[in-house]
């Protein structure tokens, strides 16, 4: 299985360019900003009974990728022909917003759909810091399959930092390999392994940007246009200090899915979370685009 559904420049690829022999393996999760956009024009829409078109949602996201996400989900049918996200802007845009502007965010209260949310009780998924699949799914796979408790995910590079692979052995034989591959050359390496059949993972997390969303073109860059790697180091930073709670864990997940989704496995938890992939005829010229 492949995940790349916090990834749109890769999931176009794959629908574009490679077809059905890929699209029929990718996961159908959707993304956090799709899954976002239903929770609040949704669940949060009638928590404070509106309607979902008096709610204005605005993402902030590393990728100006996300911009053409919000676009092409169109209008689910639970948001009653609204869109998920109104609006997308690159953490760089709000940084240009807020200089223009001369605001400041120190004073600013974090606020929930839950309203109950304290400053010193903000949590993360565990993971990298661009993004969390692998290690989550990696636990819940080990558990369910082989009834193993993972505490720590330990990631391997091999061929670059951008190709890393996770493993679980068992009696001493590998039992689950995973793999992380960030950057269109390390995507195209996988897709020409998997071609030959020589691709020995059963899950890859995909991700179109090599360095992964934090290195995203939507982030705050230097004067002469680069990604301003102090920056993105003092992040990283930052997010590593902040407490992981794993998301099983949160009565509020629970709540939701009880309140809202009608059950774990409910129709409506798969018409919410999951999504579907479109695979267009490959034209000759598709064989000839680099990446």
């Not at 796979?141 to 493993?167: C, S």
């Not at 997940?253 to 309140?259: C, F, G, R, T």
Request: charged residues 25%; proline residues 4%; hydrophobic residues 35%.
């Amino acid at each position: 299985m492949v995940s790349g559904a916090c990834s749109p420049s890769w999931v176009r690829y794959a629908e574009r360019v490679l077809g059905r022999p890929i699209t029929a393996h990718l996961c159908t999760a959707k993304s956090p900003q799709q899954v976002m956009g239903s929770l609040v024009k949704d669940y949060f829409a009638r928590q404070q009974n509106l309607s979902p078109e008096k709610i204005f949602h605005v993402i902030v996201a590393p990728c100006y990728d996300k911009k053409l996400e919000a676009l092409q989900e169109g209008f689910p049918p639970a948001l009653h022909g609204s869109r998920g996200a109104d609006c997308v802007l690159t953490s760089g845009e709000i940084a240009q917003i807020m200089e223009q502007g001369d605001l400041s965010v120190k004073d600013a209260a974090v606020d929930t759909l839950f309203g109950d949310l304290k400053e010193d009780k903000v949590t993360r998924h565990d993971g990298a810091s661009s993004d969390g699949h692998l290690a989550h799914i990696f636990r819940h796979a080990a558990k369910e399959l082989f009834n193993e408790d993972v505490e720590e995910v330990t990631y391997r590079a091999l061929r670059n930092k951008d190709f890393q692979e996770v493993t679980l052995e068992k009696n001493g034989e590998v039992v689950l390999r995973f793999a992380a591959a960030y950057g269109f050359r390390n995507i195209q390496n996988m897709i020409l392994k998997l071609k030959k059949g020589k691709f020995p993972y059963h899950f890859v997390e995909v991700l179109a940007c090599a360095g992964g969303c934090l290195n995203g073109r939507g982030q705050a860059q230097t004067p002469d246009g680069h990604a301003d790697k102090a920056l993105l180091r003092q992040m990283e930073g930052i997010y590593a200090d902040i407490p992981v709670r794993r998301p099983e864990s949160s009565a509020h997940v629970q709540e939701l899915y009880q309140e809202w989704l009608e059950g774990i496995n409910s129709p409506k938890a798969r018409e919410v979370l999951h999504t579907t992939y479109q695979s267009q005829e490959r034209g000759a010229h598709s064989l000839d685009i680099k990446w």
